[in-house]
């Protein structure tokens, strides 16, 4: 049976969905004011991969996935570059679709716009205001009263105590408490009327927290299986998403949350505000986009993600070893049969949260059976098993030929072929180190073995 992280109960627990045939799942998206970076490539990942699983687990899943298309940020940035919100937003949501087709991330089956549903987020502050739980500050703001919601702090575990004023929120005198934070603010003078919104309380817009509340209410119910995103939106972002839901509808909002782990640079969090970020398009200048998806799901989703030009060309080459195993066999990818010893023990590593590392690991062992054996049906088993993680689906001289330019494979490529080829010969498999030699002469690399061990030159 499946198990699942879920921070709200700090444990590892067998998922039940709310219907026994079917999976809600909502997973926070972009703002969408610039282009995505590589932290934004391992939340549209990550979450494509276990919607696949999901899926490949025979359940009906219903995925959305939201873009935040107004903000502070975009309102900004607009501005700045004088232009209107819509012609930015629109531009910035194209390149995003463009960034995740490349990492083979599929579409999710609803992909909802904030500015599309005002009239739900009006509704939930109205319900909000009838329950007591929200008011209109002098300044024409109207806020969440988190005092008065008895499970405040769930999910981050953090006590009404340990967010005093001042140290994680900024201190209002139109609030009636530091911690209260907005559901709809006020329209600014300097705005554009685009960006307001006729309400019961005045012209305004809705704060970012309540954006996701009405998106995912409205379209997978008051009450739903799965809300996923980055570890950095735990606090604030998510722990007022359930006041609010929770506070408007008088229900559990959400039964299982996942976070996926930081992606770090020199230990550090990537962020546009540390300045130390790389998009995505910046990144697949240099690697090809399978790479960069390989790269991601080696590691497990709940770990930190270290990158590094190193790490890449580490995950090109172990990629490259995939790739190599399928170019000499036929395969056709089918449907995966689970009663096998390999489908099986990817089935248990998939099913102990999501561990992509280990049903990587899984695979790499199926590629080492179709090196000795060159069965097909191993290789279509290796095939297979690797498109559920939207791996390995591409003609493999294609994939060993890309990126090297037009003499075939690049340096890490090449020294992972013969990092296997030393694998080989110390296991006495002569036939699989012939053959990976065999290979190499034939993409134009000439193998000279010495005392000292191979050294290789192009041809």
């Known amino acids: 049976m499946l198990k699942i992280y879920n921070t709200l109960a700090r444990d590892k ?32 990942v990550v979450f494509d991969v276990v919607q696949r699983w999901l899926r490949a687990s025979g359940y009906d899943v219903t995925y959305v996935r939201n873009i935040t298309d107004i903000d502070d940020k975009i309102i900004k940035r607009a501005a700045e570059n004088r232009e209107s919100i819509h012609a930015l937003t629109q531009r910035f949501i194209d390149a995003m679709h463009e960034d995740a087709d490349a990492l ?3 579409r999710p089956d609803h992909e909802p716009r904030a500015t599309q549903y005002i009239p739900q987020m009006l509704d939930m502050v109205a319900q909000l205001e009838q329950n007591g739980l929200a008011y209109q500050a002098a300044d024409g703001d109207v806020n969440y009263a988190v005092r008065k919601f008895d499970g405040y702090g769930k999910l981050s575990g953090k006590s009404l105590e340990d967010l005093r004023a001042g140290e994680r929120v900024e201190v209002d005198s139109n609030k009636h408490d530091p911690l209260d934070f907005v559901l709809w603010k006020h329209a600014r003078p300097d705005e554009a009327a685009e960006v307001q919104w006729d309400s019961k309380w005045g012209k305004g817009r809705p704060g970012w927290h309540l954006e996701c509340s009405a998106m995912g209410s409205e379209l997978l119910g008051k009450h739903f299986d799965i809300h996923g995103g980055g570890a950095d939106l735990q606090f604030p972002h998510h722990e007022n998403e359930i006041a609010q839901s929770e506070g408007a509808h008088q229900c559990q909002y959400v039964n299982y949350w996942m976070h996926n782990g930081f992606v770090r640079v020199d230990n550090e969090k990537m962020s546009k505000s540390l300045g130390n ?10 690697y090809d986009a399978e790479v ?3 790269f ?8 930190p993600l270290n990158y590094s030009d190193a790490h890449l060309d580490d ?18 990818a089918a449907a995966v049969g689970w009663n096998g010893d390999y ?6 590593a998939m099913d102990d949260d999501f561990n992509t590392a280990e049903a990587l690991a899984v695979l790499f062992d199926l590629a080492n059976e179709v090196n000795r ?25 294609e994939f060993l030929q890309g990126g090297a330019g037009a003499g075939g494979l690049d340096d890490a490529a090449i020294n992972a072929l013969i990092e296997s080829r030393i694998a080989a010969k110390k296991t006495k498999d002569f036939a699989e180190a012939d053959r990976i030699r065999k290979d190499l002469l034939e993409a134009g690399i000439v193998l000279e073995d010495t005392p000292n061990g191979s050294t290789w030159r192009r041809a």
């Open 343 to 348: 489908a099986l023990r990817f089935k248990d």
């Open 277 to 286: 970020f790389f998009t995505i398009r910046e990144v697949l200048k240099k």
């Open 296 to 303: 991601i799901l080696r590691a497990h989703y709940r770990s």
């Open 104 to 106: 083979g991330v599929q």
């Open 292 to 294: 960069v998806r390989f």
């Open 13 to 44: 627990q067998e998922f039940r969905p709310i219907d026994v045939s079917k999976v809600r799942m909502y997973v926070c998206g972009m703002t969408v004011y610039d282009y995505c970076h590589l932290g934004h490539a391992r939340v549209m």
């Open 373 to 397: 054996t060159q069965s097909p049906s191993a290789a279509a088993e290796l095939k297979s098993l690797a498109g559920v993680l939207g791996l390995l689906q591409r003609d493999p001289q």
């Open 315 to 332: 995950a090109k080459g172990a990629l490259t070893r995939l790739y190599t195993a399928l170019k000499s066999v036929t395969a056709q």
